[in-house]
């Protein structure tokens, strides 16, 4: 059994991956942080998410 994400909740994740990858890269982070959050954003979608919202880098 697999877990799957798909129709509407789908692409809100996919929005708001592009968003916190966009927001990190606009940060004023170190470039290994950012690379650092933007790959733990696309490998883990929803957790990485969630994690970068809590911790992750701020924009100044």
């Known amino acids: 059994m697999g877990i799957e ?3 509407l909740f789908g ?6 991956d592009v ?3 966009v927001k990190t890269i ?8 950012k690379v650092l959050w933007i ?8 957790l990485g ?3 970068w ?3 992750g880098p701020k924009a100044s």
């Open 26 to 33: 606009q940060s004023s982070a170190s470039t290994g942080t």
């Open 11 to 16: 692409l809100l994740i996919l929005i708001a």
């Open 19 to 21: 968003y916190a990858v």
């Open 5 to 7: 994400v798909g129709g």
């Open 49 to 51: 998410l969630i994690l």
């Open 39 to 46: 790959v733990l954003i696309l490998v883990l979608p929803l």
């Open 53 to 55: 919202f809590l911790f």
